[in-house]
């Protein structure tokens, strides 16, 4: 499906998301004018079946066509009925994997902006309002409008003189209605506009819980979630005022309409211009009126608060995303590691933000291990976060294998490294899912010896069902030190060229982490390998570490190097009881 420009109006975005689905959308709206066609012809038959009785003629016949057109008009209602709901939901359908496909694509510069909860709300209530746009608005309004043109067309061949008093009534009650429209998407906007604000609260408060609860805070956060559930009850309750205010100015309208027609018609019958079928058709159609002009009230009213849930939706979708392109194979064995190259890199992640990297620059040759180390805020996990393109330099050149990243594609790239980040998280579902989630085509030889490397074994063997355990959202059953193993197991069940290790030994114990070392060091003789720590300890063996501080790289050299001729590194290294400073 082709998603229109940011800028393109809610219709054409509805009917975007209508085409798929175009065919089941026609046969709901033909059964709905069959529907409307069969109730149009119900007063003509009772006008009829009252000139039979006035003639003292049987009335069998008109009895059972009145009766054959009820059931036909139940029958084929509830099955358009169906047919339009079915669509509606395939249209929601449509909506959500369009917009859950363009969320995943977001760069993380965009997702930084954006609360996760409202993303969720735009994703799943704003999408649920499209449901009665389509049958109410996009169908209501064709068949509403068609059926009341229908209408007014059969009280025309009735009686012209009581179609123009009906008209004039109506008339006065689409300017009032037209008053009210407005209101109605204001207000519906802001109510979904609050609702995302409750889903960003409530994610803000689910997604660090035991902090929360640690804290004491559950009161506060849960007056914050409901302050937001309280202003969006607030603007639904007015969108609600205003559509019932719009839909009883129509069904008000209807029955000024039926007294003026009664009392005008009265006239006409008793002057003898018209018949009392006649009058009683006309009456019929009067009521039968009141349908069609509630359906376009209604598909109105839907209709705007559907463009308030379109606008929503439309902004996520004019959020800067990255390429969608199938993903890249994985690196076969024996590839070549990679070389990694810093020119001159200067980067701030958005621009009210100071920059974080000030001309750094340095080369990583293939093969080999890479620590980076230096205080808190140097800019170290931004490196790892530029060579993943999550965000893109303001100046300067990052290279893999001599090509500028801005030239790779985004998957293959990204297929070429293994990534074990700060926090080393774990995703809801069982063991066996994270360990192949970046690679899904690993075979059990594959993950029984990354199980060995990262001694995860004995973890395997205590979990009741083994790999096939749930872990728990986040990883909860699992421990911190765990939850880096498993982590580091996914990255090398990749395969990469270059491994990327962001803290990746933080939560060990000191047995796991000399075993840890020695693994990365073994990787290290095949692979390109680059190491963020804080613990000096697990990056003295490097073949070269990059000292970096507020941004710069102050110095490059190996341990022995640095301690002699790096005052930072000299400082590090003795604050953490690694050298004796000379």
Same mark, same amino acid.
């Given at each position: /499906?082709?998603?229109?420009?940011?800028?393109?109006?809610?219709?054409? @975005?509805?009917?975007?998301?209508?085409?798929?689905?175009?065919?089941?959308?026609?046969?709901?709206? $033909?059964?709905?004018?069959?529907?409307?066609?069969? !109730?149009?012809?119900?007063?003509?038959?009772?006008?009829?079946?009252?000139?039979?009785?006035?003639?003292?003629?049987?009335?069998?016949?008109?009895?059972?066509?009145?009766?054959?057109?009820?059931?036909?008009?139940? !029958?084929?209602?509830?099955?358009?009925?169906?047919?339009?709901?079915?669509?509606?939901?395939?249209?929601?359908?449509?909506?959500?994997?369009?917009?859950?496909?363009?969320?995943?694509?977001?760069?993380?510069?965009?997702?930084?902006?954006?609360?996760?909860?409202? $993303?969720?709300?735009?994703?799943?209530?704003?999408?649920?309002?499209?449901?009665?746009?389509?049958?109410?608005?996009?169908?209501?309004?064709?068949?509403?409008?068609?059926?009341?043109?229908?209408?007014?067309?059969?009280?025309?061949?009735?009686?012209? @003189?009581?179609?123009?008093?009906?008209?004039?009534?109506?008339?006065?009650?689409?300017?009032?209605?037209?008053?009210?429209?407005?209101?109605?998407?204001?207000?519906?906007?802001?109510? +979904?506009?609050?609702?995302?604000?409750?889903?960003?609260?409530?994610?803000?408060?689910?997604?660090?819980?035991?902090?929360?609860?640690?804290?004491?805070?559950?009161?506060?956060?849960?007056?914050?979630?409901?302050?937001?559930?309280?202003?969006?009850?607030?603007?639904?309750?007015?969108?609600?005022?205003? +559509?019932?205010?719009?839909?009883?100015?129509?069904?008000?309208?209807?029955?000024?309409?039926?007294?003026?027609?009664?009392?005008? !018609?009265?006239?006409?019958?008793?002057?003898?211009?018209?018949?009392? !079928?006649?009058?009683?058709?006309?009456?019929?159609?009067?009521?039968?009126? /009141?349908?069609?002009?509630?359906?376009? =009230?209604?598909?109105?009213?839907?209709?705007?608060?559907?463009?308030?849930?379109?606008?929503?939706?439309?902004?996520?979708?004019?959020?800067?995303?990255?390429?969608?392109?199938?993903?890249?194979?994985?690196?076969?064995?024996?590839?070549?590691?990679?070389?990694?190259?810093?020119?001159?890199?200067?980067?701030?992640?958005?621009?009210?933000?100071?920059?974080?990297?000030?001309?750094?620059?340095?080369?990583?040759?293939?093969?080999? /291990?890479?620590?980076?180390?230096?205080?808190?805020?140097?800019?170290?996990?931004?490196?790892?976060?530029?060579?993943?393109?999550?965000?893109?330099?303001?100046?300067?050149?990052?290279?893999?294998?001599?090509?500028?990243?801005?030239?790779?594609?985004?998957?293959?790239?990204?297929?070429?490294?293994?990534?074990?980040?700060?926090?080393?998280?774990?995703?809801?579902?069982?063991?066996?899912?994270?360990?192949?989630?970046?690679?899904?085509?690993?075979?059990?030889?594959? @993950?029984?010896?990354?199980?060995?490397?990262?001694?995860?074994?004995?973890?395997?063997?205590?979990?009741?069902?083994?790999?096939?355990?749930?872990?728990?959202?986040?990883?909860?059953?699992?421990?911190?030190?765990?939850?880096?193993?498993?982590?580091?197991?996914?990255?090398?069940?990749?395969?990469?060229?270059?491994?990327?290790?962001?803290?990746?030994?933080?939560?060990?114990?000191?047995?796991?982490?000399?075993?840890?070392?020695?693994?990365?060091?073994?990787?290290?003789?095949?692979?390109?390998?680059?190491? =963020?720590?804080?613990?000096?300890?697990?990056?003295?063996?490097?073949?070269?570490?990059?000292? /970096?501080?507020?941004?710069?790289?102050?110095?490059?050299?190996?341990?022995?190097?640095?301690?002699?001729?790096?005052?930072?590194?000299?400082?590090?290294?003795?604050?953490?009881?690694?050298?004796?400073?000379?």
């Amino acid at each position: /499906m082709s998603t229109p420009p940011a800028s393109a109006p809610p219709w054409r @975005v509805l009917l975007a998301y209508v085409r798929p689905h175009r065919k089941a959308l026609v046969a709901g709206a $033909l059964l709905s004018l069959a529907t409307g066609a069969t !109730g149009l012809a119900l007063p003509l038959v009772a006008q009829e079946l009252i000139g039979d009785l006035s003639a003292d003629r049987s009335i069998s016949g008109a009895l059972m066509l009145l009766s054959l057109l009820v059931v036909a008009n139940a !029958g084929i209602g509830a099955l358009g009925g169906y047919v339009l709901q079915r669509t509606a939901e395939s249209v929601v359908l449509t909506a959500r994997h369009s917009l859950t496909s363009a969320l995943l694509r977001l760069r993380i510069s965009a997702v930084d902006a954006v609360e996760p909860g409202d $993303l969720l709300a735009r994703a799943t209530s704003d999408t649920t309002l499209l449901r009665a746009m389509t049958t109410n608005s996009l169908i209501g309004f064709g068949t509403g409008g068609l059926t009341l043109v229908g209408t007014l067309l059969m009280m025309g061949l009735v009686d012209p @003189v009581l179609l123009a008093v009906t008209v004039g009534v109506i008339a006065v009650a689409s300017l009032v209605i037209g008053g009210i429209v407005p209101l109605i998407n204001r207000a519906g906007k802001r109510a +979904q506009e609050s609702v995302g604000r409750m889903g960003a609260a409530l994610e803000r408060a689910l997604g660090a819980l035991r902090t929360v609860k640690a804290s004491g805070a559950e009161r506060r956060e849960r007056d914050a979630v409901h302050r937001a559930a309280e202003e969006s009850w607030r603007e639904s309750v007015r969108a609600a005022k205003w +559509q019932a205010l719009a839909g009883n100015t129509a069904g008000l309208s209807t029955q000024v309409a039926f007294i003026t027609v009664l009392a005008v !018609g009265g006239a006409r019958v008793s002057t003898g211009a018209i018949d009392v !079928g006649a009058l009683v058709a006309f009456l019929l159609y009067v009521f039968y009126l /009141m349908s069609p002009i509630q359906q376009l =009230v209604t598909a109105v009213a839907q209709y705007q608060l559907g463009s308030a849930a379109i606008s929503r939706i439309q902004e996520v979708q004019a959020l800067p995303g990255e390429p969608d392109r199938p993903p890249a194979p994985l690196p076969t064995p024996g590839a070549e590691p990679a070389a990694v190259t810093f020119e001159n890199v200067r980067f701030r992640y958005s621009p009210e933000l100071p920059y974080i990297h000030h001309g750094v620059t340095f080369a990583v040759p293939p093969r080999g /291990m890479t620590a980076f180390v230096g205080p808190s805020g140097a800019g170290k996990t931004t490196v790892f976060s530029l060579i993943e393109r999550f965000y893109d330099p303001v100046e300067g050149r990052v290279l893999l294998d001599g090509l500028d990243i801005a030239e790779w594609d985004v998957a293959a790239l990204r297929a070429a490294i293994g990534y074990v980040e700060q926090d080393a998280p774990v995703l809801s579902g069982t063991l066996r899912d994270n360990l192949l989630f970046g690679a899904p085509d690993a075979d059990e030889a594959a @993950v029984t010896a990354v199980l060995a490397t990262t001694r995860l074994e004995t973890l395997v063997t205590r979990l009741p069902e083994g790999l096939d355990t749930v872990v728990g959202h986040r990883g909860t059953k699992l421990s911190g030190g765990e939850r880096q193993r498993v982590a580091i197991a996914r990255a090398l069940l990749r395969r990469p060229r270059l491994l990327l290790l962001d803290e990746a030994t933080s939560q060990l114990d000191a047995v796991n982490e000399a075993a840890l070392r020695d693994t990365v060091a073994a990787v290290a003789r095949e692979t390109t390998v680059l190491v =963020v720590a804080h613990r000096l300890s697990t990056v003295t063996t490097a073949d070269r570490i990059v000292v /970096m501080d507020n941004g710069r790289v102050l110095a490059v050299g190996t341990h022995t190097e640095l301690v002699n001729g790096s005052p930072l590194y000299a400082e590090l290294a003795a604050t953490q009881f690694l050298a004796t400073v000379e």
